[in-house]
């Protein structure tokens, strides 16, 4: 009955250096969002799931972003040659519904420093 | 293009007095709109949607189509609701894959 787990839930990177974030969705649901939240903005809508095919990316800020969900359950959101700009909170969120109109459950979020 | 904007980074009320933070958005359509809280040390979980047109912890929120407004109200505002509050966007209800957030207003109740 666990809600929508994140891991890690902190990570320092050097710059150059590759990333992988975990997020664990609730059992069932179909849909599942990325987003970026830089310190004192909202969340910035990265892509979305459907199951395991990812319908939308079209807020990945590069090509050294990557996303996948094969079993569409787990996904992992990689980040390569990690930048400065990309230290943020990375939050996972899942629904039960298809698409963005339902309610989504947000997990706890991995906080990335890139020093 | 901001799609959703919230003018007030931070609010503060007396504990009793009405609050009202305020959100507008610009898309055309028949988007859907949102709001979600994130209390301290917790998640950010949905406080209310626009089309279940109810009441949640006594806030309420009314779309303005002609105004692309949905602004959250409440009539008394209480210590606890001292939270971030974030206005948020589904483009298409039933097809829409992307979701825009506001930037948050961080409401302080004061006793």
């Known amino acids: 009955g666990a809600g929508v787990s994140q891991s890690p839930r902190y990570k320092v990177a050097k710059r150059g250096q590759d990333v992988a974030l975990r997020c664990d969705p609730i059992?069932?649901?179909?849909?599942l969002f990325w987003y970026q939240q830089a310190l004192g903005q909202g969340p910035e809508f990265l892509t979305y799931?459907?199951?395991?095919?990812?319908?939308?990316k079209s807020g990945l800020p590069s090509d050294r972003f990557f996303a996948e969900r094969p079993e569409g359950s787990v996904s992992t959101l990689k980040i390569q040659r990690t930048q400065q700009e990309d230290s943020a909170v990375y939050l996972c969120?899942?629904?039960?519904?298809?698409?963005?109109?339902?309610?989504?459950?947000f997990g706890p979020g991995t906080r990335l420093t890139v020093l | 293009a901001q799609r959703v904007t919230q003018p007030e980074k931070l609010l503060s009320v007396f504990k009793g007095a009405p609050v009202e933070l305020k959100c507008n958005y610009s898309?055309?359509?028949?988007?859907?709109l949102f709001w979600y809280v994130q209390y301290s040390r917790q998640r950010l979980q949905l406080l209310l949607r626009?089309?279940s047109r109810e009441s949640i912890k006594g806030f309420t929120a009314d779309l303005n189509k002609g105004e692309t407004s949905f602004h959250l109200k409440k009539p008394f505002a209480q210590e606890e609701d001292s939270a971030m509050y974030y206005c948020?966007?589904?483009?298409?209800?039933?097809?829409?894959?992307?979701?825009?957030f506001g930037t948050g207003t961080s409401l302080t109740v004061i006793p």
């Open positions: 969120a899942s629904s039960l519904v298809l698409g963005s109109g339902g309610e989504q459950f």
């Open positions: 799931f459907q199951n395991e095919a990812q319908l939308d």
């Open positions: 948020a966007l589904s483009p298409q209800r039933y097809t829409g894959n992307q979701f825009y």
């Open positions: 059992s069932g649901h179909v849909s």
């Open positions: 626009h089309i």
């Open positions: 898309y055309s359509g028949s988007p859907e």
